[in-house]
T-cell receptor, first 114, second 114 residues
């Protein structure tokens, strides 16, 4: 079974530029998550989708971050404009359902904002 | 406000000995706990979990202990192997949170020396 796919793996941009990340979850997984992991810290949830609806986006900086999951499968996370403090690894995860379901993570996209 | 804390950033253990990784939490609503392992340039991989109705869960060389009164959990690896060298994250969630939001600790880097 294929795991969670993410692209690109690495991205370097200058501040104030925009960037987008793509995630393809495990087939059949209804729930998709985006996490931000800053160096030396644990992952922090940004947004959670159940199919194509948003379940929780309370920690998403909505002035610059946006995410969508059209058709309830793939998802994109966008940052516009980027700030230096956005430098982090952006992890996508998926699970079959919600309550106490194991989340499976992709390899992440490492973003460096200069 | 860190609701999940891993106070030891690193741990070094000799091959064959026991590794004990600790995690403390403050939110009494947490009732499901997980451990993830992360290798460099990869996403976190699920290792083992425990529900608050139990105080111990075992899977091969890995055992997780939960002390609800102390709001403390630990992961025991016996015997430790060099391939166990990785960063270990504990995470917690609350079953009443329909969003299955995981709160992660900051991680502990385990080094198992041959």
């Amino acid at each position: 079974e294929a795991g969670v796919a993410q692209s690109p793996r690495y991205k370097i941009i200058e501040k104030r530029q925009s960037v987008a990340f793509w995630c393809n979850p495990i087939s059949g997984h209804a729930t998709l998550y985006w996490y931000q992991q800053i160096l030396g810290q644990g992952p922090k949830l940004l947004i959670q989708f159940q199919n194509n609806g948003v379940v929780d986006d309370s920690q998403l900086p909505k002035d610059r971050f946006s995410a969508e999951r059209l058709k309830g499968v793939d998802s994109t996370l966008k940052i516009q404009p980027a700030k230096l403090e956005d430098s982090a690894v952006y992890l996508c995860a998926s699970s079959l359902g919600t309550i106490q379901e194991t989340q499976y993570f992709g390899p992440g996209t490492r973003l460096l904002v200069l | 406000d860190q609701q999940v804390k891993q106070n030891s950033p690193s741990l070094s253990v000799q091959e064959g000995r026991i590794s004990i990784l600790n995690c403390d939490y403050t939110n009494s609503m947490f009732d499901y706990f997980l451990w993830y392992k992360k290798y460099p340039a990869e996403g976190p991989t699920f290792l083992i979990s425990i529900s608050s109705i139990k105080d111990k869960n075992e899977d091969g060389r890995f055992t997780v202990f939960l002390n609800k009164s102390a709001k403390h959990l630990s992961l025991h690896i016996v015997p430790s192997q060099p391939g166990d060298s990785a960063v270990y994250f504990c995470a917690a969630s609350a079953v009443n949170n329909a969003g299955n939001m995981l709160t992660f600790g900051g991680g502990t880097r385990l080094m198992v020396k041959p």
